[in-house]
């Protein structure tokens, strides 16, 4: 597509329910990140694909957070037993290969009840 | 990865200068420069990218000094819309590679009329 595609733009849940998050990146771009940006703060890192593979997922805070890309195209980063303290805004970047140049997404914000 | 540092907030008026400066001492020697500007509500945007001495594009210029410890985003004559969060950001590109890229929390401009 022409940009990068995030949906659900809002989704509101109770906590303990199961969320996932779909991203569709610009086509041809390789690389995709996953960044979780709290009100008034930078994005904070979660995790990287190349491709399909998932080289880097230092950033995701505890083991409900998941994520993968199993065709090397679209991802979905899954919160499984959502907490309240998972309230924020997720967004999805993806680039070409050997670029700092990150194509944002508009975001999906979370609330957990 | 280098760290970063910028100022938290500037305050400009309208058709002033802005120059922005980030200070990193532990940059790398295949290091770039890159920065991105976020408005309220949206997804950070590329704005520039750079090495070494002076880049300039239709949005700013990035001054970088030779021993590249620290750079300056400049904004010519900036407006009310060029209030944003900008972020600057150290790290190598890798052809075929990864960059973990790390957000700071940025500089918060306000542009006043």
Redesign the interface.
Same mark, same amino acid.
């Given at each position: 597509g022409a940009g990068v595609s995030q949906s659900p733009r809002y989704k509101v849940t109770k906590r303990g329910q199961d969320v996932a998050l779909r991203c569709d990146p610009i086509s041809g771009h390789v690389?995709l990140?996953w960044?979780r940006q709290a009100l008034g703060?930078?994005?904070?890192?979660l995790t990287?694909f190349?491709y399909e593979a998932q080289?880097?997922k230092?950033g995701l805070p505890n083991d409900r957070f998941s994520a993968e890309r199993p065709e090397g195209s679209i991802s979905t980063l899954t919160i499984q037993r959502t907490e309240q303290r998972d309230s924020a805004m997720y967004?999805c970047?993806s680039s070409s290969?050997?670029?700092?140049?990150?194509?944002?997404?508009?975001?999906s914000r979370l609330t957990v009840l | 990865l280098a760290k970063t540092t910028q100022p938290i907030s500037m305050d400009s008026y309208e058709g002033q200068e802005v120059n922005i400066t980030c200070s990193h001492n532990n940059i790398a020697t295949n290091d770039?420069i890159?920065w991105?500007q976020q408005f309220p509500s949206?997804?950070?945007?590329?704005i520039i990218?750079g090495y070494k001495t002076k880049v300039t594009n239709e949005v700013a210029s990035l001054f970088i000094p030779a021993d590249r410890k620290s750079s300056t985003l400049s904004l010519p004559r900036v407006s009310l819309s060029d209030t944003a969060?900008y972020?600057c950001?150290v790290?190598a590109? *890798?052809?075929? =590679?990864?960059?973990? *890229?790390?957000? =700071?929390?940025?500089t918060r401009l306000a542009v006043h009329p």
């Open positions: 690389s990140y960044y703060q930078g994005p904070e890192f990287y190349n080289q880097d230092s967004r970047a290969s050997g670029a700092n140049v990150l194509t944002f997404g508009a975001g | 770039y890159t991105y949206q997804g950070p945007r590329f990218q969060v972020y950001l790290a590109p *890798l052809s075929g =590679g990864y960059n973990k *890229l790390i957000f =700071g929390a940025g």
